[in-house]
């Protein structure tokens, strides 16, 4: 099956630091990835829409300059908190919808971000 | 704002009981899926069901698409242990993003 990973698995950083996020699609091309934040006992919420090649689409209410996301190729999109505070710690999980593979998003096994 | 609403929010049963995982709409829906979620990791397709009044069935596990295309149900026959974990529903909106249900959080006691 289509396989996502992450990078890292968790990190702990100081606040006001920024933090990158990688997540890629291993074995398909994903011409859309999606990034979700996840609360402690909560659903996922999407935060935006990657495209390769072009402008990330944000949800509302998701600052696009604190979360910069970049998909600089078919296989890879990095997410980077900037600036980062402890309201930022969350579950953050990536999903990758493939060129050819209609509505099914494969999800990564997310990132733990802890904020001091 | 379309919303995906679960019940029961958490449930926690004996090991061998049954139960049943509802997910509601406020509007037709074209698809919808079912994933699980086990801590720290990101969820995993169960399921796809995409006709109305489909059934579909993983095992253990029998999955329901309303005939409305409204609602969705998730049955789970004789839960064991390995069955623990948080169930998602989710359907497309628009340009193939996912809304995610409100969860629910199941706990199988052996």
């Known amino acids: 099956g289509a396989v996502v990973s992450q990078h890292p698995s968790r990190v702990i950083c100081k606040s006001g630091t920024s933090v990158k996020i990688e997540c890629r699609s291993l074995d398909f091309q994903a011409t859309t990835m999606f990034w979700y934040r996840q609360f402690p006992k909560q659903s996922l919420m999407l935060m935006a829409t990657s495209n390769e090649g072009s402008k990330a689409t944000y949800e509302q209410g998701v600052e696009k300059d604190k979360f910069l996301i970049n998909h600089a190729s078919l296989t890879l999109s990095t997410l980077t908190v900037t600036s980062a505070h402890p309201e930022d710690s969350s579950f953050y999980i990536c999903?990758?919808?493939?060129?050819?593979?209609?509505?099914?998003?494969?999800f990564g096994p997310g990132t733990r971000l802890l904020v001091l | 704002t379309q919303l995906l609403k679960q019940s029961p929010q958490f449930l926690s049963i004996q090991e061998g009981e049954n139960l049943t995982v509802y997910c509601n709409s406020s509007?037709?829906?074209?698809?919808l899926q079912w994933y699980r979620q086990e801590p720290g990791e990101g969820p995993v397709l169960l399921v796809t069901v995409v006709t109305g009044g489909e059934v579909k069935k993983l095992k253990r596990l029998t999955f329901q698409f309303g005939d409305a295309r409204k609602d969705s149900s998730l049955h789970i026959t004789a839960a064991q242990p390995g069955d623990t974990g948080l169930y998602l529903c989710?359907?497309?909106?628009?340009?193939?993003?996912?809304?995610f249900g409100t969860g629910t959080r199941l706990k199988v006691l052996a």
């Open positions: 999903s990758a919808r493939a060129l050819a593979g209609g509505q099914t998003q494969y």
């Open positions: 989710a359907i497309t909106s628009g340009t193939y993003k996912y809304i």
């Open positions: 509007s037709v829906f074209s698809s």
